[in-house]
């Protein structure tokens, strides 16, 4: 078993930068792939980002290419989103997530919110 808690989120304006972490409880944490999705109101859940176990290897979605950075320190059980220019839409609740394949979706945390007031 995996437990998942998100902090970080908050309000934040247009242009501005935020950066989300992931703590995870488990002796496996390390040999997990993680990622991060997000939820919006009234839409589905989509993915963000993800990153191997090794961080050898991090993928991203298409709108927060460039903008968005994954990273993970498995002696922390951690995984970080860091989110620079923020636009109004990359508001949504960000869950983060954990499991063998990638991207990962066998353990979900609570979610943290990120709103980007214009």
């Known amino acids: 078993q995996v437990q998942l808690v998100e902090s970080g989120g908050g309000l934040v304006q247009v242009g501005g930068s935020l950066r989300l972490s992931c703590a995870a409880s488990g002796r496996t944490f390390s040999r997990y792939s993680m990622g991060w999705f997000r939820q919006a109101p009234g839409k589905e859940r989509e993915f963000v980002a993800a990153?191997?176990?090794?961080?050898?290897?991090?993928y991203y979605a298409d709108s927060v290419k460039g903008r968005f950075t994954i990273s993970r320190d498995n002696a922390k059980n951690t995984v970080y989103l860091q989110m620079n220019s923020l636009k109004p839409e990359d508001t949504a609740v960000y869950y983060c997530?954990?499991?063998?394949?990638?991207?990962?979706?066998?353990?979900w945390g609570k979610g943290t919110l990120v709103t980007v007031s214009s």
């Open positions: 990153i191997s176990y090794s961080a050898g290897n991090t």
């Open positions: 997530a954990a499991g063998p394949l990638t991207p990962p979706k066998d353990y």
